[in-house]
């Protein structure tokens, strides 16, 4: 456990205003080292935003998207208004028939979720390619000729 960052009028043993102190620097430490998986919190509440990676080159934008525990039939992707729009749902696998069962642990989330990423220009549809493997999108949006045209690159001067 780390050092107390508690002001040392706090941290004495026999002290109960102390322990108090310690106690609830104890739980904000346990809960800041939850499970790396926490990020997908709200998956079941239609909060959940997939995570992506968007790189550029020359010619296209590149964008990956984990989309873990999804079948590709459960994914939707469109480009409208100046975005790419990845929705889908993530279906339950958990057997709740009979009652047997007692629950002690529940972190999986299911449910739809939706991402948005702003496109700088308009791709040709019948260019764009989009691949799912293994729980993971990847979709390729080529830059239209005029768009790669434009790109010039700025030197840049000295002061004087």
Excluded at 49 to 74: R, Y
Aim: aromatic letters at 8%; glycine letters at 10%; one cysteine or more.
């Amino acid at each position: 456990m780390a050092p107390s960052r508690l002001p040392s009028m706090f941290t004495g043993r026999n002290d109960g205003l102390g322990s108090l102190f310690r106690e609830i620097e104890r739980t904000f430490d346990d809960f800041s080292r939850r499970s790396p998986l926490a990020g997908f919190a709200g998956f079941g509440d239609g909060g959940m935003m997939p995570k992506v990676d968007v790189s550029e080159t020359p010619d296209a934008i590149d964008i990956t998207a984990e989309l873990p525990g999804c079948e590709e039939k459960d994914i939707d992707i469109t480009l409208s208004d100046g975005a790419l729009t990845i929705r889908g749902e993530k279906k339950s696998e958990r057997d709740d028939s009979g009652n047997d069962k007692n629950w002690h642990v529940v972190e999986r989330s299911y449910g739809y979720f939706s991402r948005s990423i702003p496109v700088p220009f308009t791709p040709d549809p019948a260019q764009v390619e989009a691949k799912f493997d293994n729980g993971v999108l990847r979709v390729r949006l080529p830059k239209p000729a005029d768009v790669t045209r434009r790109a010039q690159k700025i030197e840049i001067r000295g002061g004087k």
